[in-house]
């Protein structure tokens, strides 16, 4: 593996990222929706969008919790992630993630490992490579994807893309829901044990961010024009929700050109303890400086 395999690999699990960004469609915006659900589509009734805020604000308020997740996307990769996050303040939390097809997959075997670990915090996202990148990479393990970076570079996608990452915690589908203005109760359904009511709602992804994101009108044409690439429309989200109304689960499904895009998370031990470290300095190579490097060096 060459200098030119690190940026690769450095830049595809940014790439990776901004596009889980997009698509979860996260956002920082407080707002709970209520003017769009109730004056939206298909003329909703009160008790779904009354139980959905509920829920939000019982999400938000537990703090943390396990997470366990799938995600396929098209030929672009698929992966599988596992360990805990906590948003009381600021988005932290540690992950196991192992890319286990697609491109992505590829990639990251020609680093040497397919698994990585990563840690979250409130302005910056770690990973942590192998030892065949690290040689390759001035001996460092970890590589510091700083959100402001990842906004400069990546333009209104990078921009939607460093709000989402920032904010992306359980209680965000609710949100996307509730401003949807399309949604509904299917009934009641056994998770994993746990008996959950389940809910259903179609989002516009580009009408979504306009509405929420706070982005400039520059940088929403940017994004509308990469969604637009990836053929990336609508999307349909579903969430189960437990007696204590906290999320047991959520999916997220659509299609874009590369083929059908698919998530799957499951939430359990909420309020469970959540601590990540920023990793070493010294064992920290930044990912503008990975792209900044020349090629073979």
């Given amino acids: 593996m ?7 690999v450095a830049l595809a699990i ?16 407080d707002s709970d929706g209520s003017k769009g659900a109730d004056e ?7 008790n779904p969008i009354s139980a959905l805020r509920t829920i939000q604000n019982t999400t938000d308020k537990a703090d943390s919790a396990k997470v366990e997740s799938e995600t396929t996307m098209g030929s672009v990769m698929s992966m599988e992630a596992k360990g805990a996050l906590g948003w009381a303040d600021g988005l932290t939390g540690n992950m196991t993630i192992t890319y286990t097809g697609g491109q992505m997959a590829e990639t990251m075997r020609q680093a ?10 409130p302005e910056a996202y770690y990973a942590r490579m192998g030892e065949q990148f690290a040689s390759q990479a001035g001996g460092k393990h970890w590589v510091k994807y700083a959100y402001d970076d990842l906004e400069k570079i990546g333009g209104g996608s990078g921009a939607y893309m460093k709000d989402a990452m920032q904010n992306s915690t359980p209680q965000q589908s609710v949100k996307m829901l509730l401003a949807s203005g399309d949604v509904k109760k299917v009934g009641e359904e056994d998770v994993r044990g746990v008996n959950t009511t389940h ?17 400039s009108e520059s940088q929403l044409a940017d994004m509308k024009n990469q969604l637009e690439q990836a053929g990336i429309t609508t999307e349909t989200i579903d969430i189960w929700v437990n007696d204590e109304n906290l999320l047991v689960k959520k999916t997220e499904r659509g299609q874009m050109k590369t083929g059908t895009l698919s ?7 909420y309020g469970t303890e959540v601590s990540a470290e920023e990793p ?15 090629p073979g060096v």
């Fill in 14 to 29: 940014a790439a990776a990222a901004a596009l889980t960004g997009i698509t979860a469609c996260g956002s920082s915006d």
């Fill in 263 to 269: 998530a799957t998370a499951y939430y359990s031990d």
């Fill in 199 to 215: 809910y259903s709602g179609t989002v516009d992804v580009a009408e979504l961010a306009e509405k929420s994101s706070g982005l």
């Fill in 2 to 8: 060459n200098g030119t395999t690190v940026r690769r």
């Fill in 112 to 121: 040497g490992n397919t698994s990585m670990e990563a840690r979250y915090l």
């Fill in 40 to 46: 939206g589509k298909g003329g909703l009734n009160a």
């Fill in 280 to 294: 070493p300095a010294d064992d920290t190579a930044d990912f503008k400086d990975l792209m900044n490097r020349q």
